[in-house]
């Protein structure tokens, strides 16, 4: 008989409308130590069965279903449900997230396919303590030549986890060019920021670059120049690069020359860049704004709201008539209804009658779970301004 965590009878947890997540104050009582990075069962107020999932008394979020029926967390269970994500993403390429947490029944799991190599981050006890199987399974189904693991995100703290990053052979992954969508990227996958590039963004790079042919294009927070060297390939007329971040600036600057293109990379302030040439006249024809996220916790939303229209404003007044702002967010506290506000309250600002030409999403490969909105992350616009 597994433990049992119960749900108080004062509260409506979001769990009974099937979202994943049970927080530490939702329970009458938390378990014992001794089960923390276990699977326990959870029970609503009348003692019905709520499901499995894993525990941890020193995270927030003290349980995660992993399963509506009863199952065991062992290697069964994890080469179904990788086996399954594996399904979902067939005839993706290889270039493509295999594993996104929640959305495939692996909660704090995140693996990255960067062609023969996987990254991986584990971001829970329960899969933590299960690393091995996992590697062993990854090894099995995919047949990587390394599998990195990037345990050094600082989520892993708040589950009381160490900071480590590793490789399933015990060598060093050496830096090298890798071919993504035709543009040769030198990776750094076991030191660079994240998991070593940004995947989920691949589908808009060719969006906006469709905007590009002869147009003066910004690509602000350009990290490794991805969207600049899209814009500069589809023949844009200038390409202008800014990243508050120096190595990345360096390395979005070797990626334009090994690929024999024309954009300029600089590392700036993006708000201190717009504002020492606020009273400019508009200057582009095409403005990419990908910045990291801003609210990375619900109490920094308020901030993080002024601060995306503040920026949008800017873009907006530096865009000649008829330029097009390719504007995005990756914080899952954002909700579209309040991005799209802030977009609205940017337009009136700035005074410019402001359509939208693309709604955006993150791809495929990031599948959103419709009863946790908090898998749904990455969302943005490709709009025309007049």
Not at 119 to 132: C, D, S
Not at 166 to 190: C, M, P
Not at 204 to 232: E, P, T
Not at 304 to 329: D, I
Request: hydrophobic share 40%.
């Amino acid at each position: 008989m597994s433990a049992s965590l119960k749900l108080k009878p004062s509260i409506k947890s979001r769990v009974m409308a099937g979202h994943p997540w049970v927080f530490g104050n939702e329970c009458e009582a938390l378990l014992p130590a001794e089960h923390d990075g276990e699977l326990v069962e959870c029970r609503d107020r009348n003692s019905r069965f709520l499901g499995m999932g894993i525990y941890n008394s020193k995270s927030q979020i003290v349980w995660r279903r992993i399963s509506r029926d009863r199952v065991a967390l062992d290697e069964n269970y994890l080469r179904t449900a990788l086996t399954r994500a594996l399904k979902r993403r067939e005839g993706m390429g290889n270039f493509k997230r295999l594993v996104w947490s929640e959305s495939d029944d692996l909660p704090g799991v995140v693996v990255d396919q960067f062609g023969d190599t996987l990254v991986v981050q584990v971001q829970t006890l329960a899969l933590h303590k299960r690393e091995g199987i996992l590697s062993d399974l990854l090894a099995e189904l995919v047949r990587p030549a390394e599998i990195i693991f990037r345990n050094d995100a600082n989520i892993r703290k708040l589950e009381g986890l160490p900071s480590e990053v590793h490789t399933r052979s015990g060598k060093a992954w050496e830096s090298r060019w890798v071919n993504i969508d035709g543009f040769d990227y030198w990776l750094d996958l076991q030191n660079g920021q994240k998991t070593g590039f940004y995947l989920d963004q691949r589908l808009q790079h060719q969006a906006v670059a469709k905007y590009a042919k002869g147009r003066r294009v910004l690509d602000a927070f350009c990290n490794q120049g991805s969207f600049a060297l899209h814009a500069a390939k589809a023949g844009a007329a200038s390409v202008l690069g800014l990243d508050s971040a120096y190595d990345a600036v360096g390395q979005a600057k070797k990626n334009a020359e090994r690929n024999g293109l024309q954009a300029e990379f600089l590392g700036e302030n993006v708000f201190d860049w717009f504002t020492a040439r606020r009273d400019d006249a508009p200057a582009w024809d095409l403005i990419v704004l990908d910045p990291p996220p801003f609210a990375k916790s619900k109490s920094a939303l308020e901030g993080a709201l002024r601060g995306y229209k503040e920026l949008n404003l800017r873009a907006m007044k530096s865009l000649t008539p008829g330029g097009v702002l390719a504007t995005y967010t990756c914080s899952h506290h954002m909700q579209d209804a309040q991005l799209r506000e802030v977009l609205s309250e940017a337009a009136a600002d700035a005074k410019r009658r402001v359509h939208v030409l693309e709604f955006c999403h993150q791809p495929p490969d990031h599948p959103v779970l419709v009863t946790m909105p908090e898998s749904e992350y990455l969302r943005g616009y490709i709009l025309t301004v007049e």
